[in-house]
């Protein structure tokens, strides 16, 4: 198989004549055969020839049988998650994205469905589960804590138990994680963050290589609606072809910055993936190829935080990640405020946690925007 980004830009070789960008088909619908039967599309929300591109190209970033493209990323999340019924309990890593947890305290016990949040989801046993336990769903490394869960594992044990597996893998992309070879069922992403990469598009992608679950996640946006609509299928495979040229340069400008903000004297402590434990290091090193371009750390007491995000110049101070530019957030007032105090201190998230999304600017530049705010606080 050829590599990554030989497949990202050839995916659709060949299939619209010799153009090397396809067409964007805007037609909400399509004619039909008069005389009986079904035509290749029929209504844009079932499927049409643009985000079939989009699809196409999304399913050989993950190496998937199938991928599905949606609205947003919790269009992609809500046809995962209904697949559950009323009587099921899904087991939930925490933390888990604010948009995860919300599904989870609001939307699934609406349909009677029960959660299971366990923070650490490496110490996940026979125990965890009932007869009952239909999923277990997960981030790694989580947002923002970046803790890390070995997949081959979770999946093992629950496929012992019938359960499906199901990684929200936002974090590190396909081009660094590949959780389908690790044996889950189905990944779902927001392809808002990095394979959009630019802050000007809202998606999200479901992907599996299972036929059955493929053709329920397809009825699913026919029932649902919450597909990607042509332009911004179109604009989805462009900014995704650049994944991997992008995300090489960010983590090179994140080990930078780790680097100088460990060396700070007012930096209490600094988050990646793997830092938590020597067994989380190792197994992120096993399942992914790199620790991707988020990290978090925390000012010493003496700094106040308010005033530091203040002095910041390139960094922007405002939720999302994964776009060519530099982001700074508060999660516990932010990406993560939907969460109950007592989960988030399950969690572990602490108040003044600052996360961050490190872009493609000038390493110096970054790293003196920090340390110079971090001086002035
Ligand atoms: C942003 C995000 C989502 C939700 O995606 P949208 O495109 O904003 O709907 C889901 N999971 C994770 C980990 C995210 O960061």
């Not at 970046?146 to 990684?167: F, N, P, T």
Request: charged content about 20%; proline content about 5%; aromatic content about 6%.
């Amino acid at each position: 198989m050829p590599g990554f980004n030989t497949r990202v830009i050839h995916a659709l070789h060949g299939n619209h004549l010799d153009a090397v960008v396809p067409p964007i088909h805007t037609a909400s619908t399509f004619l039909q055969p008069t005389e009986g039967g079904e035509g290749e599309f029929e209504y844009q929300r079932g499927s049409n020839p643009t985000r079939t591109d989009a699809e196409t190209t999304l399913a050989a970033l993950e190496g998937a049988e199938h991928a599905f493209a949606f609205s947003t990323g919790m269009a992609a999340t809500a046809s995962v998650l209904g697949l559950l019924a009323s009587g099921d309990e899904v087991i939930m890593g925490l933390p888990v994205y604010g948009g995860n947890y919300r599904w989870a305290s609001i939307e699934l016990p609406k349909r009677g469905v029960t959660t299971t949040f366990v923070p650490d989801l490496n110490q996940l046993t026979d125990e965890h589960f009932t007869d009952a336990v239909k999923m277990v769903f997960l981030e790694t490394p989580t947002n923002p804590t970046l803790r890390v869960a070995e997949i081959r594992r979770i999946a093992d044990l629950a496929h012992s138990h019938g359960a499906l597996v199901v990684v929200d893998n936002t974090f590190l992309t396909p081009y660094l994680q590949r959780p389908l070879e690790l044996g889950a069922d189905l990944t779902v992403q927001s392809a808002t963050k990095y394979l959009g990469g630019h802050g000007d598009l809202l998606a999200g992608v479901v992907a599996t290589n299972d036929d059955d679950l493929a053709a329920t996640v397809a009825q699913s946006q026919v029932i649902l609606g919450g597909v990607l609509s042509p332009i911004d299928s179109y604009r989805l495979l462009q900014n995704v072809k650049t994944l991997g040229l992008r995300l090489d340069r960010q983590q090179e400008n994140t080990r930078k910055i780790v680097a100088a903000l460990r060396e700070h004297p007012s930096v209490a402590r600094v988050v990646e993936p793997g830092s938590f434990s020597d067994q989380e290091a190792r197994i992120q090193s096993e399942q992914a190829t790199g620790n991707g371009a988020v990290f978090a750390f925390e000012l010493t007491q003496d700094k106040d935080v308010r005033a530091f995000l203040a002095e910041l110049k390139v960094f922007g101070f405002a939720v999302s990640l994964g776009g060519i530019e530099s982001l700074i957030c508060l999660p516990a007032h932010m990406t993560h405020g939907a969460y109950s105090d007592e989960d988030r201190a399950l969690a572990q998230i602490p108040e003044n946690l600052l996360r961050v999304a490190v872009g493609i600017e000038e390493t110096e530049d970054l790293i003196e925007d920090l340390t110079h705010a971090i001086d002035a606080a």
